[in-house]
Every structure is written in C-alpha cells, then in structure tokens.
C-alpha cells in the first residue's frame, strides 16, 4: 500500500510564500489576503485537505471582484496566479491539496490596449527605414532576443537624434562629436541610471550597425571607440570554504530526496543548474571500458559535451532514477524524458534554489548560498587537483580561458604548495653542459669509447675555432668537416650496437 499524502495545516502556504517573497513581493501579500478572508468566512477549515473549489476558492474570487475601493484587473490576476502556483505546487508534491481549485475562467480579462486611429501618429526619422532593413537582414543568422536588442538600441538612438538634432537628413553627415557623445552623455545621466553592463550592451549592438554602414559606404569609420565603453564589473570567484563545502555535501546525502542528489550531482560534475534539469533519463553514456561519461545537452552558450564521471555519479543518477519511480507520473507526458521529475523549467529550478537554502541552513553555513556556488567549488577543486586550464575549460563548457579564469580561486596556500612542489621536482635548478676532456688520459684510451671521446672533443674544438673566423668561406669549410666528424660518430654508434 502506498502511504497516504500528508495532510498540512494552511500555515504551510505562509511559509511558501515567505520562502519565494525574495524575488516576488506579491506572494506573501496575496497568501495574506487569502487566508485572512478564509479565517473570517470559514473558520472551520484549517487543513488543506479540506479546501474546496465551490465555494472556498469561487467565493474568494467573487470577493476580490467586489472589494472596495475596487482592485484593478492586473492586481486580481496577480493574486489569483500566486494563488493557483501554490496550491498547483502542493498538489504536485502530494500534500493533499486538489489540483484544479482555480481555473483558467476565473481570471479577469486582460486590458485591450488598442491604437486610437484618430491619434497623430510620431515622426519618424529619416534613416529609420535603413535601420530597419539591415536589421531585418541581420534577423537571418541572429537569434530572435538579438535582433529584439538591435531594434531597441536603434529605436532609442534614432528617437533621440531626431530630438536633438531634428536637421539631419543624411547619415553621412553623422559625426562623433557631437552625435555619438552626446548620445553616450546622454546615457549616462539617464535617470533612473543604466548599469555598466547595460550601457556596454547599447554600445556594443549600435557599433555593430554603424561598422556595417561604414563598410557600405554610408558614414564615416570609427564612430564608437574601445575607450567609450564603461569598465566590466570584476567579479571575484565565489567558490565555498572547504568546511562549507564538505558540510553542505554530508547534508544532502543526509536528507538523500531527489532534490539533494540533484544538487550533489552539480556538485561533482560543475554543470550549469539549468543543464542539471535538462539531463535525460539516459545522460550517462559508456566512451570505453571502465569509462564513463554525463552527455550535458544544448545549454547557455548552445553547446554540448561529454564530462567524465566516476562511480560516484553513477550512484547519485542511480538514486535519482530510483527515487523518480516513487513519485507520481509528471502531468506533462514531454517530462517523462527527463533525468528529474518536472512540470516545467521554472519550477524544478525553484525547488532546487529552496531545497539548497534550506540544505546550507541546515548545514549552519554562515552565508546565503546559490546553486551556481556548486560550479565555482568544482572548478576551484579540478585546478587543485592538477587539471590544466584548457582540460578545464572544456569540462565547463566554456568558450574562453578569461571566462573560466572568473570561477577558479587561487589563494596563498595554492601558490606555496605549487611552488614547493616545483622544488621537489626539479632535480637540477640549472642545465650545466658537460664539456669533453682533452687531457691524453681520456682521449687515448683504448676501445670505442676512447674514440668517441676523442672525436668529441675534435668536434668542441673545431667548433671554438670555427667561431673565432670571420671569413664566411673558411666557416662554411669548417662546418662541413664538423659534419662529417658527426656522421664518423653516428657509424661509430651503429657498429657499438651491432
């Protein structure tokens, strides 16, 4: 018999809400709501078993439609949707909450927002429609996101250039000063002010086009110059101490659900947690014997690749396999093909993110810690334990040295042991060429290796010689005679052998 699902208090939505509040202020302000109203009409339902479409969640709604002052539509849909994702996540997690208590039909219309055709339309600017063309070209080979950013960036500059300096009518007459400074003064007092990251992405995409209509012949080269960028923000590596990272390890094999392992596998192989919940049923692929490998699909920088793996991960993606045929088929019949059990990108990453808070909490870890920390860990231990840079570039999937180069942490201790050890290994700190004797001792013993010795030190000789000349022709000569006192020596060698 399978066991039956716990049944919570509906306290637990509170605690739901507290825990996604970060990043969405709306939860805990529409939980609020719900339960306050729940707790004046129907004060007799306490669990969530006992929540029930008609008329708990239909009079909820009704009440939200009739508030006054009245609530806009925008708001009620936020509240209903904060609503119908927790319960649909409870349902999911087999908390005894119904599935399907809020329904498509209970939201309220969204705004028509509809052109007035009475109303003048804006100029447009002279060049809008060249703009427009070669972005349109540039949507062939772009990604839709891309080509998004280079309307922006071209609406936005054209906008205001035909604001500023409304006489311009060709694009040859554009110049750097004062078109492009302007523009780039202008973005930096803009209020509230751009991030350095967003002003260098602005830069980046309009000097894209203006390079391009250089190169056709219609302005002037050089408008947008490598000093007009705003400095790159320096990130440090945020790897974990090593008695974080050994405590927050010991507690998730503790708790041992397939959240945790799904974290344990990130941690030893560094794969993106975006990677970790696209993996397949059957990512583990056999490369040789004894040989194993995690096959990590198309990712961020749309690549694949193969990370090697030890039995380790093998046992974590054999747990995870095993706890997935204990949990209730997936809604979606798509999710079946995944290694861990989902309704949707979005939601396995926020039980991932909530799962290694309260792992790391657990773990009495002094600071907040993300999942993209479990990458920076790995690739600090893979440096430590002797892995070259380019062999770690590739286990990353990384596409530049200067991008893996941000996620590993070399500290003092790293650079003594790797400098003692350099010590240790060198046998000798500094090459001495061994010179040949001339003394008759050594040069007139009896047997091959006498001769040897002799036509070495005929050939040292030779060669002092040679370099004390300064005619090019007796040179020339000499080193034709070494030559030869090198193929003597090389006979000499075969008839030893022979």
Same mark, same amino acid.
């Given at each position: 018999?399978?066991?039956?699902?716990?049944?919570?208090?509906?306290?637990?939505?509170?605690?739901?809400?507290?825990?996604?509040?970060?990043?969405?202020?709306?939860?805990?302000?529409?939980?609020?709501?719900?339960?306050?109203?729940?707790?004046?009409?129907? $004060?007799?339902?306490?669990?969530?078993?006992?929540?029930?479409?008609?008329?708990?969640?239909?009079?909820?709604?009704?009440?939200?439609?009739?508030?006054?002052?009245?609530?806009?539509?925008?708001?009620?849909?936020?509240?209903?949707?904060?609503?119908?994702?927790?319960?649909?996540?409870?349902?999911?997690?087999?908390?005894?909450?119904?599935?399907?208590?809020?329904?498509?039909?209970?939201?309220?219309?969204?705004?028509?927002?509809?052109?007035?055709?009475?109303?003048?339309?804006?100029?447009?600017?002279?060049?809008?429609?060249?703009?427009?063309?070669?972005?349109?070209?540039?949507?062939?080979?772009?990604?839709?996101?891309?080509?998004?950013?280079?309307?922006?960036?071209?609406?936005?500059?054209?906008?205001?250039?035909?604001?500023?300096?409304?006489?311009?009518?060709?694009?040859?007459?554009?110049?750097?000063?004062?078109?492009?400074?302007?523009?780039?003064?202008?973005?930096?007092?803009?209020?509230?002010?751009?991030?350095?990251?967003?002003?260098?992405?602005?830069?980046?995409?309009?000097?894209?086009?203006?390079?391009?209509?250089?190169?056709?012949?219609?302005?002037?080269?050089?408008?947008?110059?490598?000093?007009?960028?705003?400095?790159?923000?320096?990130?440090?590596?945020?790897?974990? $101490?090593?008695?974080?990272?050994?405590?927050?390890?010991?507690?998730?094999?503790?708790?041992?659900?397939?959240?945790?392992?799904?974290?344990?596998?990130?941690?030893?192989?560094?794969?993106?947690?975006?990677?970790?919940?696209?993996? =397949?049923?059957?990512?583990?692929?056999?490369?040789?014997?004894?040989?194993?490998?995690?096959?990590? $699909?198309?990712?961020?920088?749309?690549?694949?690749?193969?990370?090697?793996?030890?039995?380790?991960?093998?046992?974590?993606?054999?747990?995870?396999?095993?706890?997935?045929?204990?949990?209730?088929?997936?809604?979606?019949?798509?999710?079946?093909?995944?290694?861990?059990?989902?309704?949707?990108?979005?939601? =396995?990453?926020?039980?991932?993110?909530?799962?290694?808070?309260?792992?790391?909490?657990?773990?009495?870890?002094?600071?907040?810690?993300?999942?993209?920390?479990?990458?920076?860990?790995?690739?600090?231990?893979?440096?430590?334990?002797?892995?070259?840079?380019?062999?770690?570039?590739?286990?990353?999937?990384?596409?530049?040295?200067?991008?893996?180069?941000?996620?590993?942490?070399?500290?003092?201790?790293?650079?003594?042991?790797?400098?003692?050890?350099?010590?240790?290994?060198?046998?000798?700190?500094?090459?001495?060429?061994?010179?040949?004797?001339?003394?008759?001792?050594?040069?007139?013993?009896?047997?091959?290796?006498?001769?040897?010795?002799?036509?070495?030190? =005929?050939?040292?000789?030779?060669?002092?010689?040679?370099?004390?000349?300064?005619?090019?022709?007796?040179?020339?000569?000499?080193?034709?005679?070494?030559?030869?006192?090198?193929?003597?020596?090389?006979?000499?060698?075969?008839?030893?052998?022979?």
């Amino acid at each position: 018999m399978t066991p039956s699902p716990p049944d919570h208090k509906l306290h637990i939505l509170v605690t739901r809400a507290r825990a996604l509040q970060t990043r969405h202020r709306y939860y805990r302000i529409a939980v609020d709501s719900f339960l306050s109203w729940l707790h004046t009409d129907f $004060p007799k339902v306490r669990r969530l078993s006992e929540l029930r479409r008609d008329p708990h969640l239909l009079f909820w709604i009704y009440c939200l439609a009739n508030q006054h002052p009245p609530l806009a539509n925008e708001t009620r849909r936020i509240y209903i949707t904060v609503l119908r994702r927790l319960l649909r996540d409870l349902a999911w997690e087999n908390h005894s909450a119904l599935p399907d208590l809020i329904l498509p039909g209970d939201f309220p219309p969204r705004p028509s927002h509809r052109k007035d055709c009475a109303r003048t339309t804006a100029p447009r600017s002279p060049f809008q429609d060249m703009f427009d063309t070669h972005i349109g070209i540039l949507a062939t080979t772009r990604r839709p996101g891309t080509v998004a950013g280079y309307r922006h960036v071209a609406n936005r500059f054209l906008s205001w250039l035909r604001t500023h300096f409304p006489q311009l009518r060709e694009l040859s007459e554009l110049r750097r000063d004062p078109h492009l400074l302007g523009w780039l003064r202008c973005l930096c007092e803009q209020h509230p002010p751009l991030s350095n990251q967003t002003r260098r992405g602005f830069l980046h995409l309009l000097r894209r086009l203006l390079n391009d209509f250089a190169a056709q012949g219609h302005l002037q080269p050089g408008l947008i110059l490598l000093e007009d960028f705003p400095p790159q923000p320096k990130y440090l590596p945020r790897a974990l $101490p090593l008695d974080q990272d050994q405590s927050l390890q010991q507690e998730l094999r503790r708790t041992n659900d397939w959240l945790s392992n799904a974290l344990l596998l990130t941690r030893a192989t560094g794969i993106r947690i975006g990677e970790c919940i696209d993996l =397949a049923k059957d990512c583990l692929r056999s490369i040789g014997e004894e040989q194993w490998a995690l096959h990590v $699909p198309l990712g961020k920088l749309h690549t694949e690749r193969l990370v090697p793996v030890d039995d380790s991960v093998r046992n974590i993606v054999a747990r995870i396999l095993e706890l997935r045929e204990q949990d209730p088929p997936p809604r979606h019949p798509h999710s079946v093909n995944f290694l861990l059990p989902r309704s949707s990108h979005r939601w =396995a990453y926020q039980h991932l993110r909530l799962a290694i808070l309260a792992a790391a909490e657990r773990a009495r870890c002094p600071n907040r810690i993300t999942c993209h920390q479990l990458r920076h860990t790995y690739a600090t231990e893979m440096l430590r334990l002797g892995v070259s840079l380019p062999a770690l570039m590739q286990l990353l999937g990384h596409k530049t040295i200067a991008m893996t180069l941000r996620y590993v942490q070399v500290t003092q201790q790293d650079l003594q042991r790797e400098f003692h050890l350099a010590l240790q290994n060198a046998t000798q700190r500094h090459f001495i060429p061994k010179l040949f004797t001339t003394d008759s001792a050594s040069t007139h013993s009896p047997g091959l290796d006498g001769v040897k010795r002799a036509l070495g030190a =005929a050939r040292q000789l030779l060669e002092i010689h040679r370099r004390d000349l300064t005619d090019k022709k007796s040179q020339r000569h000499l080193q034709r005679l070494e030559n030869r006192l090198v193929a003597v020596a090389f006979e000499l060698d075969r008839f030893g052998t022979a």
